[in-house]
């Protein structure tokens, strides 16, 4: 029993952590709370699919602000939206941050601009990636452990 | 470089936190029991956008189809499938939002449709309501906008 309250007591810091160094919103919390018997891993594939839809949008990106010929802002726009989107959907707050700022610089056609977002967005993908990783393996030594994942507050 | 927070004193931070995440827990994932059947379309080319929202949907007992562009959406409608709902983003995908929902209006579907988009500005707003939604969300989508639709729908 001690094995599994120490482990819950780390999730439980760890999520408040998170929440509080604005890496995730509100919204990562109604996700958990939609989480259920009948859907055990839901925020786990949630998060899958989310990070596989970053790097695309984020090879996109690159892509288009690469090109020497001239860059086609709109596109970069259409994929710094849609990430807009997705992070927001997911909690993803840092995240999404970066991409209102994104925006600014595309609308001003800031082609330096972009690509120091460009390099953010990277940055905080990259981190919020590593930490709910950290945070799922949390949950899955609960689970083995005989424990039941705490109700984030 | 992570963008820089608001800043101000740690302290007073951490109370406005605190008393913030109290009082918005109460409004977390609100309870609602349907008494009826409802479906729902969900149209968004978006995948975790469009996977969130249906899971959030069927959450709450609705049946939902997802779509991932306007012209699929159109010809989904135009074949005859009847939905109590439809979510829709403004920016899509072949046909875009405003058009697609412009033509589901236009095929004489009465049903209630809300728009549901990243953009935030008023005009994005004023032209997604002429194009013929209901309502108009800012992503993402929640249950407090969300469970008082539903309840409309069921007839509560």
Redesign the interface.
Known sequence: MDVVNQLQRQFIDYSASL??E?FLD??F???Q??QDDN?PD?VVE?AS??F??CEKLINNMARALEQQQGVDFRQVD?SV??L???S????AM?VK??CV?FRSFCEAQNREGCLRCLQ?VT??YS?LKNKLQTLFRLQQQILAAGGSIPVV? | ???T?PSSDQASD?DN?DNG?LA??RQ??IEIVLRNRLTALVVD?????R???Q??LR?YGVQTQGVDNGRDAVALIASGVKFDLIII?M?LPVLNGLEATRQIRDMGVHCKMLGV???SGESERQAFLAAGVDVFIE?????EHLVPILRELDGQ
């Open positions: 929440h509080r604005g509100d919204q919390t109604q996700l709370k939609l859907s839901f949630v699919l989310f596989e839809d259409a939206h849609q807009k989107g997705s927001s959907s997911i909690g840092r941050d970066v700022a953010q940055h905080e981190l507050e | 470089m992570a963008p927070l951490q936190w995440r918005r827990k977390l994932l080319g978006d995948t975790t956008c996977v969130l929202e899971l959030l959450s983003d920016i988009t990243i953009c992503k993402p989508l929640d249950p």
